[in-house]
């Protein structure tokens, strides 16, 4: 981009070269020098699985992240769309034009190589919530200052994506009320999270709260917006997503725990302070750590499930939690007594 000609002060790429190394060798260096390249081996073999593979089921299509950051970052991608590009503004300084320029490359390179990477997870273009947000409120400044017009395609912009969370908020807990319809419709793809619906939840209607509020706030944030009242109109915005997300935390995370994970908590709960090992048989999660306080004093080879399940030198109870995706499986394997089942978790013991 420009001319292959140097861009900066060959010094201050020496030092700058020098500090970046210095802050790895603190950490990479001193892990070799100490134990040998194994970590550095390791690390590259994994991320080269999760760059080739869908590692750990996190598998999606292409445009993942697309969706992900457009929906997930509103209101702010919106105005962050007109600034995507290297198209600067009339009485902008140099500064200001390279600023763009390398926020622009930061979320081009983040975006373009999380989308080849195989693994799909919502954080993973997480960086490219600073350049985007950055962007964005360059767009805003310009609007503010009268370089640029609140357009069109803007509105519409805004009324999707914050359309979509009015249309989740509002109708989940009109779903509530049709859970068998639901259940049936889910059931023939995914007995797991059919029965999750199983969970008992307590719905009031008072849920479409956020919904109703967050419909208003982007009503009204066009409105003041299109009439040019850009300080009415982004005050709106962003203090009323801010209400909005409080809100849905609010009326929300409690009862999509329940659905979801509630009864492996309350399995995981009960073992507190139980001499034991639990295992989760083909599926990967923090619950056993936390909620049971499993102690890291341990036989070492209780990391290993098929050691805790099949072998004769377990020294403690083990309890086994899996999906009711592998009941039929897990019954089948004779170390194991089935001791429960609750929305679409199954538990086994043996001794």
Avoid at 2 to 26: E, Q
Avoid at 55 to 67: M, N
Avoid at 223 to 246: C, D, K, P
Wanted: glycine fraction near 6%; charge should be positive; aromatic fraction near 18%.
């Amino acid at each position: 981009m420009n001319g292959f000609k140097l861009f900066i002060n060959p010094l201050h790429f020496i030092v700058y070269t020098l500090m970046t190394s210095l802050v790895t060798l603190a950490w990479y260096g001193l892990e070799t020098w100490q134990h040998g390249p194994w970590f550095i081996q390791e690390f590259i073999k994994y991320n080269y699985r999760l760059f080739s593979t869908p590692d750990a089921g996190h598998a999606g299509f292409p445009g993942y992240h697309f969706v992900i950051l457009f929906f997930g970052c509103f209101p702010a991608s919106t105005f962050a769309l007109r600034a995507l590009s290297f198209r600067t503004e009339s009485g902008e300084t140099d500064y200001q034009r390279d600023y763009q320029k390398w926020m622009v490359i930061l979320f081009w390179v983040v975006l373009i190589i999380f989308t080849i990477v195989k693994s799909k997870i919502v954080h993973y273009s997480s960086m490219c919530y600073f350049p985007l947000t950055y962007l964005a409120s360059l767009t805003i400044y310009r609007l503010w200052t009268g370089r640029i017009v609140f357009s069109t395609w803007m509105k519409v912009s805004l009324a999707v994506s914050g359309g979509i969370f009015v249309i989740l908020t509002v109708g989940l807990p009109i779903l509530s009320h049709y859970v068998d319809w639901l259940q049936a419709q889910i059931a023939p793809d995914d007995i797991f999270a059919a029965a999750n619906l199983d969970a008992k939840v307590n719905w009031t209607g008072w849920e479409a709260t956020p919904g109703v509020v967050l419909f208003f706030v982007i009503l009204f944030g066009i409105r003041f917006l299109s009439r040019q009242q850009y300080e009415r109109g982004l005050v709106t915005l962003f203090i009323g997503t801010a209400v909005f997300t409080t809100l849905t935390l609010w009326f929300f995370v409690a009862r999509i725990e329940s659905i979801s994970q509630a009864a492996a908590i309350r399995f995981f709960e009960a073992r507190q302070g139980e001499d034991c090992y639990i295992v989760t048989y083909k599926y990967r999660s923090y619950g056993p750590f936390f909620y049971a306080r499993q102690q890291p004093e341990r036989h070492p080879k209780s990391w290993d499930d098929e050691w805790a399940i099949h072998s004769t030198e377990v020294d403690k109870p083990v309890y086994v939690i899996a999906k009711n995706l592998l009941e039929a499986e897990v019954d089948t394997i004779p170390t194991l007594r089935k001791i429960g089942s609750e929305n679409g978790f199954v538990f086994y013991k043996r001794k």
